[in-house]
């Protein structure tokens, strides 16, 4: 299961203009982009891409220096992976793009993917998705930095220094490429265990 937000798309109010005309005008327009901003039928997530936290953690814990905080080390190291994930989701956005609509022609006939205008190719549909960027084991990843998890204060707050990070790196993905970059959370990572082993 997916546990992206589809929020608002900041592709629809364009798209709603030209419809709007469209309609005005007396020419044939597809009504869903006449209904709402927060459209969610149609609508997912292009692609995905995980950041593995604790293993960021392990990295901060080997490169961190003497003077230096290690949840400071761990954030440039997060920023970075931030960073690089953007740069993969594009590229991803651009390979599923120059796909001819034929190779997966039942999504865009059949109105699975919202917003499709077949003079102006798949991009018109993918533009309403989601480009995710993922993270898994943030609770491992703060017993790694700071020896417990959220469920404390001090974890708490840097929990949500993490999350933050996250969520203004998004915003200015968002702001600067008009697509909607989002993040998803995996609430569980399976076969890491930070603690006592009891």
Known sequence: M???ANGYDVNWFNDWV????????GESVDYNFLSTGQQKDGRGNICPATIILPTLAMEAKKKVKEDQDIIECFMSILDKAITDCKDELIERYNWIGAQDSRSASFMYDN???FGYIPQEGIKSALKHGTLAVGQIGLSEALKILIGCDHTTKKGMKVAKQIEQLFKDRCAEFKEKYQLNFGVYYTPRFSGCFVGDNK
């Open 2 to 4: 997916c546990r992206t």
């Open 18 to 25: 030209i419809a709007a005309n469209k309609f005005i005008a």
């Open 111 to 113: 109105g699975t993917m």
